[in-house]
């Protein structure tokens, strides 16, 4: 059984302007252009980044998402799988509209499409109320449920816990936590407007920015800002660099000469620069380079038991019950299971029990 999964391209053309800089007298005690210039080739093929989404819910059931619907009361016909898919999309339409930098103190920067996009490999749901009312649940939740964990980012969506949106637990992680996504839905649902989602969107890029080594452009790694924060980059100005130019504080959150990018606090957190795309790409095609969709960090696995708990596996190459002492293997009522490789071949003796889910994801674009 081979099953084919389309998914949708989002791509932007954006205009580079060729910038000439003749009038420009280079100030040493000024720019430091540590990496010598721009360095990131644009227009290579999109990277798609894996993610799976967790929905973690309070022992009963309630508080979040569920597999049929939003959870609220009266709930609406809205489940999700269906939210899981909107907010990558959104998050992914929102790397295709990057944004000019508004800090530009020394010379044009480039505007490059960013050249990755998320690739949602998989959807689950977990019931447990102290991870949900835990602000520092994230390490706990991917022991218990994190997935594929050297081929995937795993994003958990929690309750409302402290003051952040959420966090990454170190720069090059491959996990999210995110406290605020359920009340942003419950917004936009109360207010018949989508864009209360924008700041999960955003958030899951400016997260997603951490997984791939960036840093704060302007605040400490606990998000004060800091007047001489070195981010790595020389195309995004520090606050002492604006102050020097007799420039407002650029730390604010919406206002013309605040920060607009990415790994900022700012209402727009839409902008990369070309210095941090050659750190997100030096990434992907490094350490992260089997989170990427047609990458591998195994090219086989034969699968003789799927268990009791949800799960994912993936490989080039999946076999079901191949070479088991015990030719059976059932997903029960309940359990989900995705199979993402290029290429899944089932033996007999497998079962899919009613209300069980069996999701298989061949991308025909790997083979
Ligand atoms: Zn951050």
């Known amino acids: 059984m081979k099953k084919t999964i389309f998914f949708t391209v989002l791509f932007s053309i954006i205009n580079i302007h060729s910038n000439s800089q003749e009038c420009i007298i280079p100030d040493a005690t000024v720019v430091n252009l540590k990496s010598a210039g721009y360095t990131y080739t644009p227009g290579g093929a999109t990277k798609y980044l894996r993610v799976f989404i967790h929905f973690v819910q309070?022992?009963?059931?309630?508080?979040?998402?569920?597999?049929?619907?939003?959870?609220?009361?009266?709930?609406?016909?809205?489940?999700?799988?269906?939210?899981?898919?909107?907010?990558?999309?959104?998050?992914?339409?929102?790397?295709?509209?990057?944004?000019?930098?508004?800090?530009?103190?020394?010379?044009?920067v480039p505007v490059?499409?960013?050249?990755?996009?998320?690739?949602?490999?998989?959807?689950?749901?977990?019931?447990?109320?102290?991870?949900?009312?835990?602000?520092?649940?994230?390490?706990?939740?991917m022991n218990n449920y994190g997935q594929c964990t050297?081929?995937?980012?795993?994003?958990?969506?929690?309750?409302?816990?402290?003051?952040?949106?959420?966090y990454v637990r170190h720069i090059g992680d491959n996990a999210i936590i995110l406290f605020k996504?359920?009340?942003?839905?419950?917004?936009?649902?109360?207010?018949?407007?989508?864009?209360?989602n924008s700041g999960t969107a955003k958030l899951i890029n400016h997260e997603a920015g951490h997984c791939l080594n960036l840093y704060h452009t302007m605040l400490t790694n606990s998000g004060k800002c800091s007047n001489s924060h070195d981010d790595f980059c020389d195309d995004t100005p520090t606050?002492?660099?604006?102050?020097?130019?007799?420039?407002?504080?650029?730390?604010?959150?919406?206002?013309?000469?605040?920060?607009?990018?990415?790994?900022?606090?700012?209402?727009?957190?839409?902008?990369?620069?070309?210095?941090?795309?050659?750190?997100?790409h030096d990434e992907l095609d490094n350490d992260k380079i089997n989170f990427l969709e047609c990458n591998y960090e195994n090219s086989n696995i034969d699968i003789c038991d799927f268990g009791t708990e949800s799960e994912a596996y993936i490989a080039e190459s999946i076999t079901v019950l191949n070479s088991c002492s015990s030719q059976s293997s059932v997903i029960l009522n309940g359990q989900t299971i995705y199979l993402t490789a290029n290429?899944?071949?089932?033996?007999?003796?497998?079962?899919?029990?009613?209300?069980?889910?069996?999701?298989?994801l061949i991308n025909p674009v790997c083979n």
Do not use: H
């Open 58 to 108: 309070k022992d009963d059931g309630t508080g979040n998402f569920n597999e049929v619907d939003d959870g609220l009361s009266p709930a609406n016909a809205y489940n999700g799988y269906e939210f899981a898919d909107y907010i990558i999309n959104y998050a992914n339409s929102l790397l295709a509209g990057n944004q000019a930098m508004r800090l530009q103190p020394f010379g044009n």
């Open 112 to 141: 490059y499409d960013p050249g990755y996009r998320y690739k949602l490999s998989g959807v689950f749901f977990w019931k447990n109320s102290s991870l949900y009312n835990y602000y520092y649940a994230l390490s706990a939740l």
């Open 150 to 166: 050297n081929s995937v980012i795993n994003i958990f969506m929690t309750s409302e816990q402290g003051l952040t949106g959420g």
């Open 181 to 196: 996504a359920y009340k942003n839905y419950i917004e936009s649902v109360n207010n018949n407007n989508n864009w209360y």
């Open 239 to 280: 606050i002492q660099q604006m102050l020097d130019l007799s420039e407002p504080d650029p730390c604010c959150w919406n206002d013309t000469y605040c920060s607009n990018n990415l790994m900022d606090y700012n209402a727009d957190q839409s902008s990369i620069t070309p210095d941090q795309l050659n750190i997100i």
């Open 343 to 360: 290429e899944v071949i089932f033996n007999p003796g497998f079962e899919v029990q009613t209300g069980g889910k069996l999701n298989v």
